[in-house]
């Protein structure tokens, strides 16, 4: 059975590649502009035709609608690019309980402000002194982490800049899920998911 993950690589790259295919051409005008008008066509053909799984099916149309609404400033391309790097490299990772601990000792090293035994089951507050901070829950980081892998999803509750935060997990070949600051116990900091085997069910947080 298909992955949201693969879905989401199969149709990255496909878009990809029928951008290449079409640069090799000498008749077509190569700006911004004309790669998104072309994607989105390409985009709006492959929804027609239900050519990918339907687990990316949000996406698709949001690409779409970006696309149509944005133009050039959509920046599907780039959007397809990042996305076909991370997914790749987090499709490698077979470490995942190893690379969140490194993380986390990276952040250590830049000052963040790093808990792990403390139990977050009710609304709490962090007094940081406006330093970056991550927690999470004992009960999830003693209980969730097998060896090198993770057995449950684990939430990281982050007061950071966000693309730092996105910039460390791409490093390490994780993928997050996106920022929500409504299901975040701590105040003032958002809530993100890290799963096993990096299957987040929808759209990772990506760099920019």
Not at 3 to 25: F, M, W
Not at 31 to 40: G, I, V, W
Not at 48 to 68: G, T, V
């Amino acid at each position: 059975m298909t992955s949201y993950n693969q879905a989401l690589i199969e149709i990255t790259q496909a878009g990809l590649a029928a951008l290449e295919e079409r640069s090799k051409s000498k008749n077509v005008v190569k700006t911004a502009a004309a790669e998104s008008h072309f994607l989105c066509n390409w985009m709006v053909q492959a929804l027609k035709e239900r050519r990918f799984s339907k687990l990316i099916a949000k996406e698709l149309n949001q690409w779409i609608r970006d696309a149509r609404s944005m133009g050039a400033a959509a920046q599907l391309t780039s959007v397809l690019q990042r996305i076909e790097s991370q997914y790749l490299a987090a499709e490698q990772n077979q470490a995942l309980a190893t690379s969140l601990n490194a993380m986390l000792n990276e952040f250590r090293e830049n000052d963040w402000v790093v808990i792990l035994d403390s139990e977050v089951t009710t609304r709490l507050k962090l007094d940081s002194s406006g330093q970056n901070s991550l927690i999470i829950s004992n009960e999830q980081y003693d209980g969730h982490i097998d060896g090198d892998n993770l057995t449950k999803a684990i939430t990281l509750y982050v007061r950071a800049n966000e693309q730092e935060l996105a910039k460390a997990a791409a490093k390490h070949g994780l993928l997050l899920s996106q920022g929500n600051k409504k299901a975040s116990l701590i105040k003032h900091h958002k809530a993100y998911g890290v799963f096993p085997n990096n299957q987040v069910p929808a759209m990772a947080l990506l760099v920019e």
